[in-house]
T-cell receptor, first 115, second 115 residues
């Protein structure tokens, strides 16, 4: 069982749809992350939130919009996605701030398919 | 810039045999090093981590890793492999404090276990 919970586990959407991915953790972590992982590749960092503020955006297209409404929740809003956006989307969390050596804890991901 | 190389894309090992996965890193200072495992359809699970001190670190599921500064390596080992160890293994370095909590992953090694 993972301590980072992601919903839904699977999502199929058309290119004109709007959907959201959700991530929740109750470990008291103040850093949260979104990664994109294509098949047989390592995860690629998309966004980092630290103390509920966006601290890293890895030049992600604007059709991906992150949101951190509180210290336990992280959302990724999706709109007008392209077929190449089909992938596994992973959420992670860790201690933030002056604890750079703290490991990241990952959820099981949302498998996203764009039709 | 920091980088991580996992030279072996695939490794096939018989159940009960020993396993060693290679990881080489490039980093300007003492690195923070991690090994993660990803089973099919799941997120990444932390196996072990190295920050400082004893260069031989023990992890979960019977895994250990040895940090060798002179060789810039952090190889993962397990004395006797079980069928459930079939998975993708990722070595990671970081995070660089100046770059936020950003992990750099190797390309991964897929482990297949023969009965």
């Amino acid at each position: 069982d993972t301590e980072v919970t992601q919903t839904p586990k699977h999502l199929v959407m058309g290119m004109t749809n709007k959907k959201s991915l959700k991530c929740e953790q109750h470990m008291g972590h103040r850093a949260m992350y979104w990664y994109k992982q294509k098949a047989k590749k390592p995860p690629e960092l998309m966004f980092v939130y630290s103390y509920e503020k966006l601290s890293i955006n890895e030049s992600v297209p604007s059709r991906f919009s992150p949101e951190c409404p509180n210290s336990s929740l992280l959302n990724l809003h999706l709109h007008a996605l392209q077929p190449e956006d089909s992938a596994l989307y992973l959420c992670a969390s860790s201690q933030a701030g002056t604890f750079p050596n703290q490991p990241q804890h990952f959820g099981d991901g949302t498998r996203l398919s764009i039709l | 810039a920091q980088s991580v190389t996992q030279p072996d894309i695939h490794i096939t090992v018989s159940e009960g045999a020993s396993l060693e996965l290679r990881c080489n890193y490039s980093y300007g200072a003492t690195p923070y090093l991690f090994w993660y495992v990803q089973s099919p359809g799941q997120g990444l699970q932390l196996l072990l981590k190295y920050f400082s001190g004893d260069t031989l670190v023990q992890g979960i599921k019977g895994f250990e890793a040895e940090f060798k500064r002179s060789q810039s390596s952090f190889n993962l080992r397990k004395p006797s492999v079980h069928w459930s160890d079939a998975a993708e293994y990722f070595c990671a370095v970081g995070p660089l404090k100046a770059a936020g909590n950003k992990l750099t992953f190797g390309g991964g090694t897929r482990v297949l276990v023969k009965p």
